[in-house]
């Protein structure tokens, strides 16, 4: 027992310290992520790592990989210059906020669509690419469109709005919440739904590795993404924002979007091209 | 908590139909299966010896998730469309059925040998001693751990909610994921859980004590 008390102790003391030291550095708030980035070259990205398409960790060499990774790059040389370097670190959907916050990482490119809720927490650059829902089928299904889904079972992960948009559009719609969207693609693909519903670009990204399957009927709501920044960082946001004006402006925004998205099945490019 | 369940009402009774429906159905036949492959595995027969160990090996050691992922894709793709209640209320019973065939088997092995000879001695078939003596006496043995099982069961029936059975963990993880009451939500599941284990803990009590 009383070798218990001394490591509790030890691990408790352990914790105690590791809090401090975290005091040590100057609060965030006060600090300016603009300076701090040119000073060091570098702009730390929240990326997606499981997102075909998106943002996808390739196993063979281990690179990012993905629309979202190469506008980071491009913003970043417009920011930083030429030589500017764009770090890149795995965020998921529940981590991506706490890491901003504490500022593990400077900026947020990682499927995030502009919501009031987020809004009050963080602050977002202007919209980067016109997110919407849209519908993945099997391509000899006789569904056209969302209104199609009336009497039929859609298959979404748990905690999208996907499934209240969805209800509200086709109200017959039978929803099923699978735990994520690698199991409600497989329920689909067992026959346990007639389509997968959420946003497109995911959708997109599945339909890639699974050849049956296709997008169809366009999209059905607008939820744009935006590139997530730290409050109480307007240096840091205008130089984001202009950066991204630029890569729209000379292009390179348009080349991006045809090269990940110019050959997917039943999703149509032209609507997220910007001019 | 009290506005999370009003507002939520309705998706948490109807979750709670579907769990005790489930749980109903599965106690209901998994004590028969359970029954009849522990009688299986104590028959004279070897061939029968060997097929009620096989089953109990096989499904008391394989994970419940993945018995009703089974049933649930795989079946579905290949034989028959199994919708996710059906898929998580057949997984629960043949896991459930296996612990419950090990604890019945242990009760008639309890039983003295002596009644099973004087039994068949008097004339009856295995069968019938089984039935009218050795059943009997086994199953007064047998209720606490019996008990636990069907306790065991309410709370694995957790398992419709990764196939979509609407069950009370689905409409938890819905309503949690939509309001952001994390906490309360699964608190609310919680209680309403204790609302169907607390009255089987103390009926197994109660039969324990009129039957002991």
């Known amino acids: 027992m009383k070798r218990f008390k001394y490591l509790s102790l030890i691990i408790t003391s352990l914790l105690l310290v590791l809090t401090l030291a975290g005091c040590g550095t100057q609060p965030l708030s006060s600090q300016n992520v603009l300076e ?77 669509s502009i919501l009031p809720d987020r ?41 999208s709005n996907s499934v209240d948009n969805i209800q509200k559009i086709a109200p017959k719609a039978r929803v099923l919440q699978l735990p994520d969207f690698a199991q409600a693609l497989t329920a689909l693909k067992s026959g346990q739904g007639d389509a997968m519903t959420t946003d497109n670009v995911i959708l997109a990204g599945l339909a890639v590795e699974n050849p049956d399957y296709k997008l169809v009927g366009g999209t059905f709501t607008t939820e744009p993404y935006g590139i997530g920044i730290n409050k109480g960082q307007p240096d840091f946001r205008n130089a984001i924002n202009k950066g991204l004006a630029e890569v729209i402006k000379d292009g390179t925004y348009n080349k991006l979007i045809m090269k990940w998205f110019g050959n997917v099945p039943g999703f149509d490019y032209k609507e997220v091209l910007r001019k | ?84 209640f059906t898929a998580g209320t057949i997984g629960l019973t043949i896991y459930t059925s296996a612990f419950i065939a090990e604890t019945v088997r242990s009760g008639i092995n309890s039983v003295d040998v002596g009644q099973m000879e004087a039994a068949r001695a008097q004339g009856m078939t295995f069968w019938q001693a089984m ?19 069907f306790i065991n069961l309410v709370k694995n029936s957790s398992v419709l909610a990764f196939v979509a059975g609407f069950d009370l963990m689905y409409q938890g993880n819905a309503i949690a994921s939509t309001t952001f009451e994390t906490v309360n939500t699964y608190v609310v599941v919680g209680l309403f859980y204790l609302v169907i284990t607390l009255p089987i803990s103390y009926y197994m009590q109660h039969l324990e004590r009129k039957l002991a």
Request: charged content about 20%; hydrophobic content about 50%; overall charge positive.
């Open chain 1, 119 to 159: 809004k009050k927490v963080i602050d977002f650059s202007d919209s980067y690419f016109d997110a919407g829902q849209s519908i993945l089928v099997k391509k000899n299904s006789s569904i056209k469109s969302v209104k199609d889904l009336n009497g039929k079972t859609v298959t979404s992960a748990v905690g």
């Open chain 2, 1 to 84: 908590m009290i506005k999370l369940l009003v507002d939520n009402w309705s998706a948490f009774i109807s979750g709670f139909g579907w769990t005790v429906l489930s749980s109903l159905l599965a106690l209901f036949f998994s004590l028969i299966i359970g029954s009849l492959f522990a009688i299986l595995e104590v028959m004279p027969s070897k061939v029968a010896r060997v097929i009620g160990n096989v089953y109990v090996e096989v499904f008391r050691n394989i994970p419940l998730l993945v018995i009703t992922m089974f049933f649930y894709l795989v079946i579905t793709l290949y034989v028959v469309k199994i919708n996710g």
């Open chain 1, 36 to 112: 701090n980035d040119k000073k060091s070259n570098t702009i730390t990205w929240g990326v997606k790592a499981d997102q075909k398409l998106i943002g996808l960790i390739d196993v063979k060499d281990g690179q990012e990989k993905g629309f979202e990774i190469d506008l980071a790059k491009a913003i970043t040389k417009k920011v930083l210059g030429k030589n500017g370097n764009a770090k890149f670190v795995t965020v998921t959907s529940q981590s991506r906020i706490p890491l901003l916050k504490n500022g593990n990482i400077d900026a947020i490119i990682a499927t995030m």
């Open chain 2, 131 to 149: 039935q009218n003596v050795v059943l009997p006496q086994a199953f007064k043995l047998v209720i606490p751990p019996l008990g636990n099982q």
